[in-house]
C-alpha cells in the first residue's frame, strides 16, 4: 500500500521541518510548502490525502486559501489548521467553511498523530454516515468521534452543528432551498437569515420555484 501523502503549509522553517521528520516517521510522504502560493502551486497539480494548514501566513492566510479551495471545488481531501494565536471563533469559522479539524501550537505529539490519522480515515466527511440522517446515534461511547467541537461554549458549538446540518441538506438538495427549508422545519426567511448569520453562502437557482 502505497503512503499516504500529507502537505504541510507553514511559513515558519522550523515547525515545517519538525511536523515533516515526525510524520515521515510514522511512515507518511510528505511534502512542504512555506506560503499559500507553494500550497496553491501544488494542489493543482496533486491531490495528497491530507493537508496541514497554518492559519497565520504572510500574504494569503490560511483561511483565504481554504476558500479558495472550495470555491474551486479543489477541497477533496481533508485540511486541519494550525495556529499558535487560535481562537474559538476563527476554529468554528475554519470549520464552517470546510476543515476538519483545528490544531493548535504547540502540536502535543499524540494530538497530532490523533488527529492526522482520524482525519485521513474519515477523509473530507465533516459527519459520519447516519449522523444527521437518522442512521446512527451520538451517545458517550461515541461522542469523541463525532466532529464537533464539543469543548466549545454551547452556542458556538451549536453554530458549528448547524452549519453542519444546513450544509448537509444544501447538498443533499442540490441547492434546492425550498426542499432545504422543508427538511429544516423552517421559514424561506428564517432560512436564509440562518445561513446568512453562519456564513453559508447561498446561489439561487433560477428554476427553484417551478420546483415547489
Do not use: C
Not at 121 to 126: A, D, E, M, V
Amino acid at each position: 500500500m502505497a503512503a499516504k501523502e500529507i502537505l504541510v503549509v507553514d511559513d515558519e522553517v522550523g515547525i515545517r521541518e519538525l511536523l515533516s521528520e515526525i510524520l515521515f516517521d510514522e511512515g507518511y510522504q510528505v511534502h512542504v510548502a512555506e506560503n499559500a502560493a507553494q500550497a496553491r502551486e501544488f494542489r493543482n497539480q496533486h491531490e495528497p490525502d491530507m493537508v496541514l494548514l497554518d492559519i497565520w501566513m504572510p500574504d494569503t492566510d490560511g483561511i483565504s486559501l481554504l476558500k479558495e479551495w472550495v470555491e474551486q471545488d479543489l477541497l477533496t481531501m481533508p485540511v486541519i489548521m494550525m495556529s499558535g494565536h487560535g481562537t474559538i471563533e476563527t476554529a468554528v469559522e475554519a470549520t464552517r467553511i470546510g476543515a476538519v479539524d483545528f490544531l493548535e501550537k504547540p502540536i502535543a505529539l499524540q494530538k497530532l498523530l490523533d488527529t492526522v490519522a482520524k482525519a485521513i480515515q474519515n477523509g473530507t466527511t465533516l459527519v459520519p454516515p447516519g449522523a444527521i440522517t437518522g442512521g446512527g446515534e451520538t451517545t458517550p461511547e461515541n461522542a469523541s468521534h463525532f466532529p464537533l467541537f464539543l469543548e466549545l461554549p454551547l452556542r458556538a458549538a451549536r453554530d458549528h452543528f448547524d452549519s453542519l446540518y444546513l450544509k448537509h441538506h444544501m447538498h443533499k438538495e442540490n441547492g434546492n432551498m425550498t426542499r432545504v427549508a422543508q427538511k429544516a422545519g423552517l421559514e424561506r426567511t428564517h432560512l436564509y437569515r440562518k445561513l446568512k448569520q453562519l456564513g453559508i453562502k447561498v446561489v439561487k437557482k433560477d428554476t427553484e420555484d417551478s420546483q415547489q
